[in-house]
């Protein structure tokens, strides 16, 4: 299937943030390879929701990207259905605590597998898809990969490798290829998180006073791909000002 269309490429996509960029990036044009790695049935929901807006316009994959060859692969497979590739959004991600002193090894691998290892891999593979098509890259990034959050510190590790494989990759792909990050605050609260109190602690200490929005994110990602073009190896804080707070 040859597509005129530009085609995105979305790790995660099935819920929360993932599912809202994949919807902002299909209103804005794009048709897509949508992935997951255990939520099928509501990827499926969401590729019926778009087909009945745009027929022909989603191609689900569903893969564990802890599993190496699974990352070109899921690139190849995007390219064989619709013959070019001119966006990738690493959005998939884990996340977990590991208190000090209770780490273990696969916690390290599970956490930098999905944060850093599959977005890099993923991104090597698309690369001279995206370059023949002066596409984008945008990797969801967190703002624990530059302020350490507590019982968190392998996460914010992996977290911070991608935000340096962000600026390494626009280094290397530039001029053909743009590469950036997003970087969220809160935006959806993890949902094994039920601590209301610590919530608003830490809204107040938001100079913005609220959580961002799924919607707001998936705009922040639209914009780097398509409307950015003198943008890369940036990382947009979407983050309601706590950065700002010391």
């Known amino acids: 299937?040859?597509?005129?269309?530009?085609?995105?490429?979305?790790?995660?996509s099935a819920r929360r943030i993932g599912a809202a960029i994949a919807r902002t990036l299909h209103r804005s044009g794009y048709d897509l390879v949508l992935h997951?790695?255990?939520?099928?049935?509501?990827?499926?929901?969401?590729a019926a929701e778009l087909e009945a807006a745009r027929p022909g316009s989603t191609f689900v994959q569903q893969?564990?990207?802890?599993?190496?060859?699974?990352?070109?692969?899921?690139?190849?497979?995007?390219?064989?259905?619709?013959?070019?590739?001119?966006?990738?959004?690493?959005?998939?991600?884990?996340?977990q605590p590991t208190p000090l002193?209770?780490?273990?090894?696969?916690?390290?691998d599970a956490l930098f597998a999905s944060n850093a290892r599959a977005p890099f891999?993923?991104?090597q593979a698309a690369a001279p898809h995206l370059a023949a098509t002066r596409g984008a890259i945008v990797n969801l990034a967190d703002i624990y990969g530059e302020r350490p959050l507590r019982e968190h510190a392998l996460y914010c590790m992996a977290k911070a490798a991608l935000l340096m494989m962000t600026k390494s990759l626009a280094l290397e792909l530039g001029p053909?290829?743009?590469?950036?990050?997003?970087?969220?605050?809160?935006i959806l609260w993890p949902e094994q998180d039920g601590d209301a109190a610590r919530q608003q602690a830490m809204l107040r200490r938001t100079p913005l006073a609220r959580t961002g929005t799924p919607e707001e994110v998936a705009e922040a990602v639209r914009w780097l791909l398509q409307d950015a073009h003198y943008s890369t190896g940036q990382v947009l804080h979407l983050d309601g000002g706590r950065l700002l707070d010391a």
């Open 63 to 95: 893969a564990d990207l802890t599993e190496f060859d699974r990352l070109p692969e899921l690139v190849a497979h995007g390219i064989g259905r619709y013959g070019r590739l001119d966006a990738l959004v690493n959005n998939a991600s884990s996340f």
């Open 101 to 108: 002193g209770t780490a273990t090894p696969a916690q390290w």
């Open 121 to 123: 891999f993923l991104a």
């Open 1 to 12: 299937m040859n597509n005129a269309r530009p085609i995105a490429l979305v790790t995660g």
């Open 176 to 186: 053909a290829v743009r590469v950036n990050a997003v970087s969220p605050g809160a």
């Open 36 to 46: 997951c790695r255990h939520s099928l049935d509501e990827l499926e929901a969401l």
